[in-house]
């Protein structure tokens, strides 16, 4: 799960990384990258969706300890980047988003500490927190769902089937026009995946998984039709160009990113391998402070680059060339968050690491149980 988290917080940081590249090169790969970067989110969604419902299905909850710790887990770091972004705002009137008008002001900032940006109409402060009023408005329905329709008493077969059929009416509701918050279906698969899990034994789930190989096939077939579909619809094959409702890249990301946590985190191969490399292990345990903080690092070295006259038109070799400096910028303005907000006040387990195959062991035990 931590590698899972540093591959998409990784994705996320190439959309940005880009976006600073955007203005000065207008290759079409910039926005293909762009794209792809996009999706790191919708992995977040779908590992919200899985551990989330996890916690709450397996075992009757708190409301009042399940509400606190989703606010021990989100609101620290969060504080501490909205003030920092606040300050800056401040601190620079030409680059604010605060409206005009005191009172004005007050309202848009207390609007962003209860994560209403996102879910409303409303520009956040710090561009990523739109996904955290994502996240704040799927913890809030879950646990009520689960009491209020008794689902602890309902067979796992049962529960998917509910899913699925809600899943559809969301298509069904984005495809009349009538949605506009689509990318919360991305939960679902999370949710989805848990009941699958469940109802595979865990000796089974080795020899009826599908291979690295289809599941790499899977996925970056689903990246590349995802981007077609998003930058240039007329390279799609003529018999699909038109046929396929902007819901299809959603649904296809989703999908893939289902496989590969599926391939990845239950069963044993090079996915498993790759996901549990140290260093993105690494990554995703302060993914949630990399998240938040590393834009700006970005901006800061950017803006450094701009007045020192080093950032020119450069293609290709320019985005390689800065990639280093702004993966150093990134973690300079997240590690103090990190080290000393997120980690102490959020993160309150033992530093030392278990092994990540005796986690997938304890995962598939947990599971098999439920």
Same mark, same amino acid.
């Given at each position: 799960?931590?590698?899972?988290?540093?591959?998409?917080?990784?994705?996320?940081?190439?959309?940005?990384?880009?976006?600073?590249?955007?203005?000065?090169?207008?290759?079409? %790969?910039?926005?293909?990258?762009?794209? *792809?970067?996009?999706?790191?989110?919708?992995?977040?969604?779908?590992?919200?969706?899985?551990?989330?419902?996890?916690?709450?299905?397996?075992?009757?909850?708190?409301?009042?300890?399940? +509400?606190?710790?989703?606010?021990?887990?989100?609101?620290?770091?969060?504080?501490?980047?909205?003030?920092?972004?606040?300050?800056?705002?401040?601190?620079?009137?030409?680059?604010?988003?605060?409206?005009?008008?005191?009172?004005?002001?007050?309202?848009?900032?207390?609007?962003?500490?209860?994560?209403?940006?996102?879910?409303?109409?409303?520009?956040?402060?710090?561009?990523?927190? %739109?996904?955290?009023?994502?996240?704040?408005?799927?913890?809030?329905?879950?646990?009520?769902?689960?009491? =209020?329709?008794?689902?602890?008493? %309902?067979?796992?077969?049962?529960?998917?089937?509910?899913?699925?059929?809600?899943?559809?009416?969301?298509? +069904?509701?984005?495809?009349?026009? /009538?949605?506009?918050? =689509?990318?919360?279906?991305?939960?679902?698969?999370?949710?989805?995946?848990?009941?699958?899990?469940?109802?595979?034994?865990?000796?089974?789930?080795?020899?009826?998984?599908?291979?690295?190989?289809?599941?790499?096939?899977?996925?970056?077939?689903?990246? $590349?039709?995802?981007?077609?579909?998003?930058?240039?619809?007329?390279?799609?094959?003529?018999?699909?160009?038109?046929?396929?409702?902007? *819901? $299809?890249?959603?649904?296809?990301?989703?999908?893939?990113?289902?496989?590969?946590?599926?391939?990845?985190?239950?069963?044993?191969?090079? +996915?498993?391998?790759?996901?549990? %490399?140290?260093?993105?292990?690494? /990554?995703?345990?302060?993914?949630?402070? =990399?998240?938040?903080?590393?834009?700006?690092?970005?901006?800061?070295?950017?803006?450094?680059?701009?007045?020192?006259?080093?950032?020119?038109?450069?293609?290709?070799?320019?985005?390689?060339?800065?990639?280093?400096?702004?993966? *150093?910028?990134? =973690?300079?303005?997240?590690?103090?968050?990190?080290?000393?907000?997120?980690?102490?006040?959020?993160?309150? $387990?033992?530093?030392?690491?278990?092994?990540?195959?005796?986690?997938?062991?304890?995962?598939?035990?947990?599971?098999?149980?439920?």
């Amino acid at each position: 799960m931590e590698g899972l988290r540093g591959f998409a917080v990784g994705l996320v940081f190439l959309v940005h990384y880009a976006s600073f590249l955007d203005d000065r090169n207008d290759a079409n %790969w910039l926005a293909a990258l762009h794209e *792809v970067g996009n999706v790191g989110v919708d992995l977040f969604f779908v590992l919200s969706g899985f551990l989330i419902y996890k916690a709450c299905i397996q075992r009757p909850i708190t409301f009042r300890l399940y +509400a606190y710790r989703r606010i021990e887990r989100i609101y620290p770091a969060f504080l501490a980047a909205l003030s920092i972004y606040l300050a800056l705002m401040l601190l620079m009137p030409g680059a604010s988003k605060l409206p005009e008008g005191l009172g004005a002001q007050i309202t848009y900032v207390l609007a962003n500490i209860f994560l209403l940006p996102g879910m409303l109409p409303i520009e956040p402060m710090m561009t990523v927190a %739109w996904s955290l009023s994502y996240e704040a408005f799927y913890y809030l329905p879950v646990p009520l769902a689960i009491v =209020f329709l008794r689902m602890r008493q %309902w067979t796992p077969p049962q529960r998917l089937v509910f899913f699925l059929a809600l899943y559809a009416a969301m298509i +069904a509701v984005e495809l009349a026009g /009538l949605g506009g918050r =689509f990318r919360l279906s991305t939960f679902l698969g999370g949710m989805m995946l848990y009941e699958i899990i469940s109802m595979i034994p865990a000796e089974r789930r080795k020899t009826s998984a599908l291979s690295d190989a289809t599941i790499l096939a899977i996925v970056c077939g689903a990246f $590349t039709l995802y981007v077609l579909l998003a930058i240039n619809p007329v390279a799609v094959p003529s018999a699909l160009n038109g046929a396929l409702p902007p *819901v $299809t890249r959603i649904v296809l990301i989703n999908i893939a990113f289902v496989l590969l946590v599926y391939r990845s985190v239950f069963t044993d191969g090079p +996915a498993a391998r790759a996901f549990s %490399w140290t260093p993105l292990r690494w /990554l995703g345990n302060m993914s949630y402070s =990399f998240y938040l903080m590393h834009g700006l690092g970005l901006q800061a070295l950017f803006m450094l680059l701009g007045k020192l006259g080093l950032l020119k038109a450069g293609g290709l070799g320019t985005f390689l060339l800065w990639l280093p400096a702004g993966i *150093v910028a990134g =973690f300079a303005a997240s590690l103090p968050i990190y080290l000393l907000i997120e980690r102490p006040l959020s993160l309150k $387990t033992a530093l030392k690491k278990p092994n990540p195959k005796t986690v997938r062991q304890k995962v598939s035990i947990d599971t098999g149980a439920a």
